[in-house]
């Protein structure tokens, strides 16, 4: 086994684990189809900006997972138009929107999509 595929092993192992540091997700097809996964997810609603230190509105929202969790589910590959469930630390679901092609890293085997909110999860006045 060569070294990048000890360190998909190892990624699958540590990210994938949600007994670890893994978010559980699930990634939904158009169609309804839906893949569980388990990997990195961050939804920061305060973003600094870096060249003055202030904060300003805004909101990224991304998750990574390993991609032999899905491969092994599916051949099928994320796309705008997909939804991710995750549950928010109260245990409340949230639905949100794939807004930009994923991005791979085929050395290590980590895919990262951007995600955008669910209407519902916005407030109104």
């Known amino acids: ?5 000890q360190a998909q092993g190892d990624l699958v192992n540590i990210l994938g684990n949600p007994d670890g540091p893994g978010t559980p997700f699930i990634i ?12 990195t997810f961050g939804d920061i609603s305060l973003l600094i900006d870096p060249s ?3 904060a300003i ?10 991609m032999a969790l899905l ?7 994320p796309e705008k ?3 991710v469930k995750v549950k928010d630390l ?3 679901e949230r639905t949100l929107f794939i807004v930009d092609p994923p991005d791979h890293d085929y050395t290590i085997g980590l895919t990262r999509i951007k995600l955008g909110a669910n209407l ?3 407030k109104t006045t």
Not at 28 to 39: I, N, R
Not at 71 to 77: F, H, L, N, P
């Open 1 to 5: 086994m060569g070294i990048r595929e």
């Open 28 to 39: 939904v097809t158009p169609e309804g189809g839906e893949f569980p996964v388990c990997g």
């Open 52 to 54: 003055t230190g202030a």
């Open 57 to 66: 509105q805004g909101r990224t929202i991304n998750a990574a997972y390993p």
């Open 71 to 77: 491969k092994a589910k599916t051949e099928r590959i």
């Open 81 to 83: 138009k997909w939804k």
């Open 90 to 92: 109260s245990g409340a």
């Open 120 to 122: 519902s999860d916005k």
